[in-house]
Nanobody, 127 residues
């Protein structure tokens, strides 16, 4: 069982940066893939970024096309924390951002592959 709590959301202006954090508890091995998803009002939840377990022999990160080059996903096993560094924020990045973890070492872009979800943190980008 993995318990996830996101933080770091807020109201920023277009072009600003923000870093989201996701604190994980429950499991101490950190041997699970993790990801960030987001959901804007009136839209379905969409994939943002994913990262493998650091111990995975085929370690990877993947990004949605819409955030590639602007967002960076990383994890700190010592802190049991997942991060999402978001730069050059755009109005269309406004959404609730969710952290997720899966019972497997590999990353995944598919939300149904994830077993544990946080409650989400609101990111609002204004002009």
């Amino acid at each position: 069982q993995v318990h996830l709590v996101e933080s770091g959301g807020g109201l920023v202006q277009a072009g600003d940066s923000l870093r989201l954090s996701c604190a994980a508890s429950g499991r101490t091995d950190n041997d699970y893939g993790m990801g960030w998803f987001r959901q804007a009002p009136g839209k379905e939840r969409e994939f943002v970024a994913t990262i493998s377990a650091l111990s995975w022999t085929d370690f990877k990160t993947y990004y949605a096309k819409s955030v590639r080059g602007r967002f960076t996903i990383s994890r700190d096993n010592a802190q049991n924390t997942l991060y999402l560094q978001m730069n050059s924020l755009k109005l269309e990045d406004t959404a609730v951002y969710y952290c997720a973890a899966r019972d497997g070492l590999a990353e995944s872009r598919i939300s149904t592959n994830y077993d544990y979800w946080g409650q989400g943190t609101q990111v609002t980008v204004s002009s």
